[in-house]
């Protein structure tokens, strides 16, 4: 029996105001976008890519801020903007036939504003755990980071024990070594302040106005997505609101599903 050889990679740092943002580029095909969420990054998608890569060109990036991407000088925090950057991600990475997004938790945020911008580029969209509702209501954690004090205050005192002990709380099954990575890669001060920024410009009333183009995005575009049952973040009645063709749940998972089960992840775009 022979094994699976590794998919061929490459990095593509590409420039968005003057910063260096990372991309890495895996397998041949039709064009697959992966945003990870907070605090996490593109090596979150590390399983999911490498059972995709024989049929996708999968780009896996890392957010403005987060691990090796920089932060544009002109980038703002809000809702529309997060969908310009990601389009001004597939211009820069020369993207001309429409893709598949394949999301989690902020990287919908991000993901959803962009697919609602600009319908004609999305051909598909994948994913598990984020929001694009108003009618979401922010759990405990993202509550007190939108606090002003109360929120710096909260990422000055967060150690690393209280970190994998709340992740653990999200994901029983995620490993000590992503959880390493993780906070290793979340414990930067400079990462701390985009994660207080993120949360604070995303007050759920400030996703009323892209209601009637989720409506007309979701006439158009067939949303799949897969739910942790355990995710204590977004509650699996939120992914209802977001009109997806498909939602499954899963037992024994929780909110890190690329992570938990990646597996589950690339059911979404099995072709059978």
């Known amino acids: 029996m022979y094994e699976k050889s590794k998919p061929k990679e490459t990095i593509v740092n590409i420039e968005i105001g003057n910063a260096d943002i990372y991309v890495r580029k895996t397998g041949v095909g039709e064009p697959l976008l992966l945003i990870h969420g907070v605090p996490d990054s593109a090596d979150m998608w590390d399983e999911v890519v490498a059972d995709l890569s024989e049929r996708y060109t999968c780009y896996a990036i890392d957010l403005p801020g987060f691990h090796r991407s920089g932060m544009p000088d002109d980038f703002q925090f809000d809702l529309e903007s997060y969908g310009k950057f990601i389009n001004q991600v597939v211009c820069k990475l020369n993207i001309v036939e429409p893709l598949t997004l394949m999301l989690h938790d902020w990287g919908g945020i991000f993901g959803m504003s962009f697919a609602c911008q600009y319908p004609e580029k999305i051909k598909h969209i994948a994913g598990a755990s984020f929001i694009f509702s108003h009618l979401y209501r ?41 959880l390493d990575q993780t906070f290793d890669r979340y414990n930067r001060w400079s990462t701390k302040i985009i994660v207080l920024k993120l949360y604070r410009s995303a007050k759920p009333s400030k996703l009323i106005p892209f209601q009637k183009k989720l409506e007309a995005l979701v006439n158009r575009v067939h949303i799949d997505l897969v739910w942790g049952k355990n995710d204590p973040y977004v509650d699996s009645k939120y992914a209802k609101l977001i009109s997806p063709r498909t939602i499954k749940l899963l037992e024994n998972c929780g909110h890190w599903t690329p992570v938990e089960a990646p597996q589950e992840m690339v059911g979404l775009l099995d072709p059978s």
């Open 138 to 178: 922010w759990h405990a954690w993202a509550r007190i980071w939108q606090t002003p004090i109360l929120g710096e205050l909260a990422m000055l005192t967060t150690t690393k024990a209280v970190f994998v002990w709340e992740v653990k709380r999200g994901s029983p099954r995620i490993s000590q070594q992503h």
